[in-house]
């Protein structure tokens, strides 16, 4: 299931584009790199006229006083404009609407991605909406990753999958990420999503997956030495197929809970 | 402002070998040793990125020949470990920034040229310069005994992010002792540099005639009084972390391979980010103002022209080296920022992009209405303009918080700052090594070998720093063993590996023809006048090589720093220290 890419991925060369916030992250990556290629091109044209206009063989008396008009304080005041107008106009707002606020919609889907030397744990919290007490003392490597408290009424629903991300297309998704060991980041490529997982910190991301198909979980910080390989899978599908995925999740879980490690 | 006693002792005094060569506390000296070995870890540096090249090519195939003489810990069979590939990352960026390009640019060239340039005898306190020196030399030495520690050098990235670096092998304890050295190095220089500017300019020498070099030295010399001191407490509140237990940057309830850590917790894994980055932003511009100053010289000499806009330039390099101190965060967008820090930090990080504007403005217009020669040293001063240019305006995407969110940790980011610090900030010292050598020698360097030197690294610079965008963008990883190759994402770009690898081992070849110059030269170079380059500054006023005292005469300064082709004059170029304009 390849996503295809739009206009603005192929000319900048972006991974394909999946999330409803993504466009505009890539509309800025596209405006800044057309202001870069302006400024550039006028620099080197100036500089290639200059070189060839005033080498020493062709004009052998220097001016003392150079320039003296002030063009080059409108292109500089025009530059600054320019980057105010990217800064207040997208930058902060976009970061507002998309980073800052947490999403109200109830229909929200929270899943908990827990980042460790070198996978990722991703947590459901099951039918009750609840995610279950975790407690480090109860970590087992094999039989349980996130040491969770299986005493907790809450936690008996609860699913937890090793480097697989499903989620729903078309519906907000709410990740709490976390580490439980070094700091980690979490890149969903054509999500525009990074975020660096941090041990002893819970961050929010949000987002909306707006393509169904699979891609990759990259880590994106180094994380120790096999940080190369720690590769997930995201899975976005339909409605449908997400519940029958948790549903065949769940009762796997149910039947061998100290098996999923395969 | 002047200095009372304006005898000076113009003779050398005779000693024995140690007291010539090794604690010989002349500034000129000092910045020799600075200079040779800053060169030799800038070469050492680049050695290691040679090895990675390797590996990020031809990911798990053995290295051949060499290979194998890295012993089964390194490289079995010629095949490189993760954790060596690892150490070889952290090691360069950290020899590269601290033991190569700080020490060269403000050690080598700073320890040089101040005292020359504004007509001093010597640095303000010669004794601690030479401690600053041998500080350096013993951080060095302990950066480079680490690759021999159980479990080999640092490996978590010349950033040492905790809690990885934490709970790393013994070599990130050496990394910190070095780095312990090597930031005393810079605080003892710093100080010297700062009471140097301010109490030993030559009569008449006011802040508005220093030549723009000497104004890049002072604010680098802020810089790292001002900004290292917090690394340097980081860097022992980390040591404490590792040897005893304490949990400054541990936070509570750490599992690391399963095993729940014991220890007391309760600290804060990004106070480690923010005190680093308040260093490291200063730093960036520690690593390049000077270089800015290099190239002012060389543009100004060889356009037989003032400075265009030299007021200008100050005032920016000025706002820069303030600014520097709080743009730090725009590192840490992705660590989990609300909208009004990030606010604040985007803000600043584009008000900064003015003054370096500024500044990269007025020297292309420094080039209209000029007589340019082009000689080696200018070469490489004209190259570093579009690659600046290049480096500067791909920090615009990466210094606004949205678009990072895609840009952060990619390659983008490391061809960003490789282009402001190697086509930008080595070729400045290249420049200035063939500028100044004919100075410290008496000698020129030889024209055939330095174009032999300047073409070749100027088009493998951009073949392995230009694929690093395209990678960048396509949203491959930094700092992965295998380049990418086990990403499905990474793979449309990852034959760009073999294409940067070749060119950087290409690179490497053309660098012989500079070793050889410097040593041919040395000997065998074209003699040189006392001021080969018609120059206005004071360094090249007085004979060479500079005797002990540096001036034979009283120096005293009539005017401002570049003052070549003045209207009515004959001769194009008038010396700060000439008393009649002829």
């Known amino acids: 299931m390849e996503i295809e890419k739009g206009w603005l991925q192929k000319i900048m060369g972006l991974p394909p584009l999946a999330s409803a916030h993504g466009g505009e992250i890539d509309f800025m990556i596209f405006l800044l790199h057309l202001l870069m290629l302006v400024l550039f091109v006028g620099w080197a044209v100036f500089f290639i006229v200059v070189l060839w206009k005033?080498?020493?063989?062709?004009?052998?008396?220097?001016?003392?006083?150079?320039?003296?008009?002030?063009?080059?304080?409108?292109?500089?005041?025009?530059?600054?404009?320019?980057?105010a107008i990217l800064l207040l106009g997208f930058s902060i707002p976009f970061w507002a609407k998309n980073v800052d606020a947490l999403p109200t919609d109830r229909n929200t889907v929270v899943v908990r991605?827990?980042?460790?030397?070198?996978?990722w744990n991703v947590h459901y919290p099951g039918a009750d909406g609840v995610f279950g007490k975790t407690d480090p003392n109860l970590v087992d490597k094999q039989t349980n990753p996130l040491g969770l408290d299986k005493s907790d009424p809450a936690a008996k629903d609860d699913i937890v999958s090793i480097n697989q991300l499903h989620l729903p297309v078309n519906r907000q998704v709410l990740i709490y990420l976390s580490s439980k060991d070094v700091i980690h980041s979490f890149a969903l490529n054509i999500m525009r999503v990074k975020q660096d997982a941090i041990p002893g910190l819970s961050i929010p991301i949000r987002f909306i997956p707006i393509k169904t198909g699979q891609s990759e979980i990259a880590c994106a910080q180094l994380c120790g030495l096999g940080h190369y390989r720690m590769k997930g899978y995201l899975t976005v599908s339909t409605n449908k197929e997400f519940d029958e995925w948790l549903a065949s999740q769940a009762k796997q879980s149910q039947s061998s809970s100290d098996d999923f490690w395969n | 402002m002047a200095h009372d006693s304006n005898h000076q002792d113009s003779h050398h005094p005779k000693h024995g070998f140690w007291r010539t060569y090794v604690f010989n506390t002349d500034h000129k000296m000092i910045a020799l040793w600075y200079g040779i070995t800053a060169l030799c870890f800038l070469l050492f540096g680049f050695?290691?990125?040679?090895?990675?090249?390797?590996?990020?090519a031809y990911p798990e195939q053995p290295l051949p020949l060499i290979g194998k003489w890295f012993g089964p810990t390194r490289m079995p069979d010629g095949v490189m470990l993760p954790e060596f590939y690892n150490q070889l990352g952290a090691m360069h960026g950290t020899i590269m920034v601290f033991m190569g390009i700080v020490p060269l640019a403000v050690g080598a060239y700073g320890n040089f040229l101040i005292p020359l340039m504004i007509g001093a005898p010597d640095m303000a306190f010669p004794k601690i310069n030479l401690a600053s020196y041998w500080a350096f030399f013993i951080g060095g030495v302990v950066m480079l005994a680490s690759f021999f520690v159980p479990g080999g050098a640092a490996s978590s990235g010349w950033t040492s992010y905790t809690p990885l670096a934490v709970i790393a092998t013994t070599g990130q304890t050496m990394w910190i002792i070095g780095m312990i050295f090597l930031i005393t190095s810079s605080l003892l220089g710093a100080v010297n540099f700062i009471a140097t500017i301010f109490q030993m300019r030559a009569p008449g020498l006011s802040f508005m005639k220093l030549p723009f070099f000497i104004w890049a030295q002072l604010v680098t010399a802020f810089l790292l009084l001002l900004a290292f001191p917090p690394l340097e407490a980081a860097g022992v509140m980390q040591l404490m972390d590792r040897v005893a237990h304490t949990s400054f940057f541990m936070p509570s309830g750490l599992v690391v391979s399963g095993e729940h850590l014991k220890i007391s917790g309760g600290g804060s894994v990004l106070l480690w980010q923010h005190l680093f980055w308040f260093l490291a932003h200063p730093e960036v511009y520690v690593l390049i103002l000077p270089?800015?100053?290099i190239i002012s010289e060389i543009i100004a000499n060889n356009t037989r022209k003032p400075l265009w806009g030299y007021k200008g330039m100050v005032y920016s390099i000025v706002i820069l080296g303030l600014l520097s101190f709080i743009v730090w965060a725009h590192h840490m967008f992705i660590t989990g920022m609300g909208t009004t820090i990030s606010a604040f930090f985007q803000a600043t990080t584009m008000i900064i992009s003015i003054p370096s504007v500024v500044i990269l403005t007025a020297l292309?217009?420094?080039?209209?209405?000029?007589?340019?020669r082009f000689n080696i040293p200018m070469l490489f001063a004209l190259a570093f303009l579009p690659m600046f240019g290049i480096g500067g305006l791909t920090g615009l995407p990466l210094g606004l918080s949205s678009p990072d969110i895609q840009l952060h940790d990619t390659y983008y980011v490391i061809g960003h700052f490789h282009y402001i610090v190697a086509p930008g900030t080595i070729f400045a010292l290249f420049a200035g090594i063939y500028y100044w050598f004919p100075k410290i020698t008496g000698r020129k360097m030889n024209d055939l070998l330095g174009h032999l030197h300047f073409w070749p690294s100027l088009i493998c610079m951009n073949l392995v720093f230009m694929p690093m965008m395209i990678q960048g963008?396509?949203?491959?990883?930094?700092?992965?063993?295998?380049?990418?190759?086990?990403?499905?994402?990474?793979?449309?770009?990852?034959?760009?590996?073999?294409l940067m690898s070749h060119a950087a081992w290409v690179m490497a070849v053309f660098q012989i023809p500079f070793i050889i110059n410097i040593f041919w030269s040395l000997y065998k170079g074209q003699k040189a006048s006392d001021n080969p380059w018609e120059?206005?500054?004071m360094e090249w006023a007085t004979a060479t090589p500079p005797p002990h005292g540096n001036f034979a005469f009283d120096p005293k300064v009539y005017r401002g720093p570049y003052e070549y082709s003045v209207p009515g004059a004959t001769q194009d170029y008038t010396p700060q220290c000439q008393e009649k304009v002829i």
């Not at chain 1, 003296?68 to 320019?82: F, L, M, P, W």
């Not at chain 1, 991605?113 to 996978?119: R, S």
Request: charged share 10%; proline share 0%; no cysteine.
């Open chain 2, 535 to 537: 120059s206005t500054t």
């Open chain 2, 473 to 498: 963008l396509a949203g491959v990883s930094r700092r992965l063993y295998d380049g990418g190759a086990s990403y499905a994402h990474a793979q449309g770009v990852l034959h760009l590996n073999v």
């Open chain 2, 47 to 56: 050695g290691l990125v040679m090895l990675m090249r390797w590996q990020l």
């Open chain 1, 113 to 119: 991605v827990v980042a460790e030397q070198f996978l």
């Open chain 2, 364 to 372: 292309f217009i420094s080039l209209w209405g000029g007589s340019i």
């Open chain 1, 54 to 83: 005033f080498r020493a063989s062709r004009h052998s008396k220097a001016n003392y006083k150079g320039v003296t008009n002030h063009y080059s304080t409108y292109i500089e005041v025009g530059v600054a404009v320019i980057e």
């Open chain 2, 291 to 293: 270089a800015m100053g």
